[in-house]
């Protein structure tokens, strides 16, 4: 199989070789039709000027028949290296009348020319009087007369460039192929490479036409997959470990009640339910991301106004608010737009919002729920009085399993790491968008972008 490289050559050659063979011809045949009528119009004119002193002199064409008109050229010989001159009558003149008086090679005396010859000849003027016509043909060019041989060496200059041309499009082929082709290459063996494992392959960027818009995404591309596999690692991880939690106190405590190690005391099996109630959550949010991500999660969109929504997300949270004394308020425009939304999945990306809100904002901190047209689509927003975030934590904090702090141990109340990333996943099923505003010290927001109700 033929490499691109050479392709590439034998594209730029034969283009070359074509381009150059068409000026060629074309020069040659342009410069042999132009130099014919330059050497034509040259002696035309000379024989005018010959014919018209002969007119003035004599003062008619009496004896112009023997008049030495004729013009001689070397001829082809049969043999010898210095043949005589052949003769070569190119010249007939015509009286007033179109008759000849003096005939060249294709005419004889007294012939009559005819109208459209006498046309394309020439008019002999004596004192702006008409007194005959020149026709003149121009006799060709043999093989070893002054003008064949100037043609000849205008051929050979024409044939030189064309191989000089050849061998520069020949360089430069190798050259703009190579150039061409090394990008190409190198995206070759880095993409080999990543199918074999090396996700951390990235390949030069030399240029900003096609080629480096493809190596940019390329390696934007290995980045970005690089990225997923270490984050679906540190999540297999992640959910090891969360449920390996649970199922190691359940375990631990029936095994415990079993061996009599521990009373069968209500408490006791308690923190066994609990635990329990605990992996069935994370097992279903886990099902949730699953479901979202395979495109199949349920929805039962149904038409509702932010505000009822709003106020029964508020009720929810009425008594952990007050047990934490945290003020929860309402700041909802009027006359807002009707959302078409799963209440009860839009129910839940608040509840994981407000939990999440809730985990970070201090006994007597302040929680605004707030809801306005933005731009053509619905803005509910949860604004905490917390210590606010990082811009690099800010970045991730949709992640699955992510949380802002790595070194604290995750109790109960920390939550599972999946509340924010399945309220991502949720809204984007609804057609909105999820982000997130902060400054360190002065809380977190949430916003939650819907479209309108069509």
């Known amino acids: ?12 050659l034969g283009i070359s070789l074509v381009s150059v063979l068409l000026i060629v011809f074309f020069a040659r045949y342009t410069t042999n039709r132009e130099f014919r009528q330059f050497t034509e119009d040259n002696s035309r004119s000379t024989l005018m000027g010959t014919l018209q002193n002969y007119y003035v002199t004599r003062g008619s064409w009496m004896g112009i028949e ?13 043999s010898g290296d210095n043949p005589p001159p052949r003769l070569y009558n190119p010249t007939t003149v015509t009286d007033r009348s179109g008759k000849v008086i003096r005939a060249g090679s294709n005419f004889k005396v007294g012939d009559t020319v005819p109208e459209e010859q006498i046309e394309r000849g020439a008019p002999i003027k004596v004192d702006d009087e008409t007194v005959g016509y020149l026709i003149f043909s121009a006799p060709p060019f043999d093989a070893n007369s002054p003008e064949r041989d100037f043609l000849n060496r205008t ?29 190409i290459r190198e995206l070759t063996q880095a993409t080999h490479a990543v199918s074999q494992g090396d996700l951390s392959q990235q390949v030069p960027i030399r240029s900003s036409d096609e080629l480096g818009e493809l190596g940019k995404a390329f390696n934007k591309m290995s980045t970005e997959l690089s990225r997923s596999v270490n984050a679906r690692r540190q999540m297999t991880a992640d959910i090891a470990h969360e449920l390996r939690t649970p199922l190691s106190l359940i375990l631990g405590h029936a095994e415990a009640v079993h061996d009599g190690v521990l009373p069968p005391t209500p408490e006791n099996f308690e923190i066994i339910r609990e635990e329990a109630v605990r992996l069935e959550h994370l097992v279903n949010d886990l099902r949730i991301l699953s479901l979202a991500d395979a495109g199949e999660l349920t929805m039962s969109l149904q038409p509702i106004e932010p505000e009822r929504l709003l106020q029964e997300v508020a009720a929810l949270y009425h008594y952990q608010t007050q047990q934490k004394n945290i003020t929860l308020d309402l700041d909802i425009a009027a006359s807002l737009s009707t ?61 699955r399993f992510y949380r802002t702090d790595a070194a604290r141990q995750r109790e109960a109340d920390s939550g599972s790491g999946l509340g924010l990333a399945i309220a991502k996943s949720i809204v984007q099923a609804h057609g909105g968008q999820l982000s997130a505003e902060s400054e360190s010290g002065k809380g977190l927001k949430v916003i939650i972008r819907l479209p309108k109700k069509s």
């Open 155 to 183: 051929t050979q200059l024409l044939l030189y460039s064309a191989l000089a041309t050849m061998a520069i499009a020949l360089i430069l082929g190798v050259l703009l192929s190579r150039s061409l082709t090394s990008p």
């Open 66 to 78: 023997q008049a030495e008109l004729f013009m001689r050229y070397p001829g082809s010989p049969a």
């Open 1 to 12: 199989m033929r490499s691109i490289t050479l392709k590439l050559i034998l594209a730029f």
């Open 339 to 399: 959302l078409e939304v799963d209440p009860g999945r839009m129910t839940q990306v608040l509840t994981n919002v407000l939990d999440n809100a809730l985990r970070h904002t201090l006994e007597g901190g302040r929680i605004i729920l707030s809801a306005r047209d933005v731009n053509g689509q619905v803005e509910l927003a949860v604004q905490d009085s917390g210590p606010g975030l990082q811009a690099e934590d800010l970045e991730r904090i949709f992640e």
